[in-house]
């Protein structure tokens, strides 16, 4: 072999020398990569497994990531509820007496309180009964209607001839206590449960009158109260004195009653007493707008939670509209009551004597439930035909008439009188 043979086959196994260093460096690098790969993975494994963390099978697809962008995570984890309830069952003391019913009754409700809007409201099958009972206008009870005013309980209005009335309960008190329960505690809805009662018991308010420093403690006997809506008394031989304590199952009925009595006496003149009047189905105060109002006038605007609106006409029916008439309202007025006012006198023009009312300007919808409950949620807003927003503000006067204490006491009724001399000027051809 000579030189040049000898230096071709140097050079040969040098080139397949360095092909198999290259390629042998090919494979530490993989096997040291995958050996990464797998140590990283496995002690994450073991860290997940000594942290709690399931072995279960999540498919891709179907898993939720919750809290992965906590500002806007959109999310709600519904399983802390169950955690709670479970963790009352395993952990309470005295669990053997806790009530699955009630606990379901009181989230319900609590959900509802958080919206922060006492007029939505989850009545269970009792409570049901009871509103029905209100509305067809027998209850047992004081005989006085609750809200919620600078966020106290507030009586809107003593019912006429009630317990409540004939105890001293007035319009505007502010109630402390119920026996010896602090009002603040407590909702409309449980507050009102806690005052009804069996007929011929007691209950004790105490409660703060407008415009006086100290309390008062006030013991009511409940009794049957069983409320006719309408009301019609003759001043001065021609003018209808017509008194609404609230739009319930029979106000149309009765109304229409009312109004044929009125146009039959060939009445003059109409005072329609609104005060301490504190609602009621939306639908009634309809009714007795079409009777005092031209057909097609809007009795009200209803605005949705999506902001659309949408106005409220009258039905027909008009009997009362070429008479001549003054409303009278206070603090007690509220929601189905402004609404009538607000029509009357946005579409007549018609003067409003006493107080400004009380403010409630949303519109509730009853919806039944199973098991013979029911939920009542404020669906809308309402204003008046030409536009006004009324909640937490009230319906001003246009003329406004104080009614003293010294008035109440003393059977006076100074926002009547001025009502009636507002009324023979209107009259007077």
Known sequence: MDEQQIKEQLNAE?????QNRKLLNRYIIFFLTLAVIIGSF??????????????????????????KTPAENKTLDFSLFWKVWDLLKEKYVDRQNL???KLLYGSIEGMLRATGDPYSNFFDPKETKSFSQDMEGSFEGIGAELGVKDKLLTVIAPLDDSPAKKAGIRTGDKIIKIGDKVAADLDVDSAVEMIRGKKGTEVKLTVLHMG?????????????IIVKSVKL???????????????????SKEFNSIVNQIVSRGAKGIILDLRNNPGGYLDRSIDVASRMLPKSKVVVIEEDNLGNKEKV???????????????????????????????????????????KTFGKGSVQELMSLPGNSSVKISVAKW???????????????????????????????????????????????
Do not use: C, H
């Open 99 to 101: 009530d699955a019913q």
């Open 383 to 429: 204003m008046t035909p030409n536009g006004d927003y009324i909640m937490e503000k009230g319906i001003s006067p246009s003329i406004e008439v104080e009614l003293t204490i010294d008035d109440y006491n003393n059977n006076r009724d100074p926002q009547l009188d001025k009502a009636l001399e507002v009324l023979k000027e209107k009259m007077t051809p």
């Open 212 to 224: 006086e420093q100290d309390t008062q403690e006030i013991t009511i006997i409940r009794d049957t």
């Open 313 to 355: 006409y009258t039905t027909g029916g008009d009997k009362l509209s070429g008479i001549p008439i003054v409303a009278l309202i206070n603090e007690g007025s509220a929601s189905a009551s402004e609404i009538l006012a607000g029509a009357l006198r946005d579409d007549r023009d018609i003067s409003l004597v006493g107080k």
């Open 233 to 251: 008394e003759w001043k001065e031989g021609e003018i209808a004195y017509v008194k609404i304590t609230k739009f319930g199952d029979d106000t």
């Open 14 to 18: 040098e080139n397949n020398y360095r």
């Open 42 to 67: 496995w002690l994450g494994y073991t860290r997940g497994k000594r942290a709690g963390i399931s072995e279960q099978n999540f498919p891709l697809a179907q898993t939720l990531v919750l809290n």
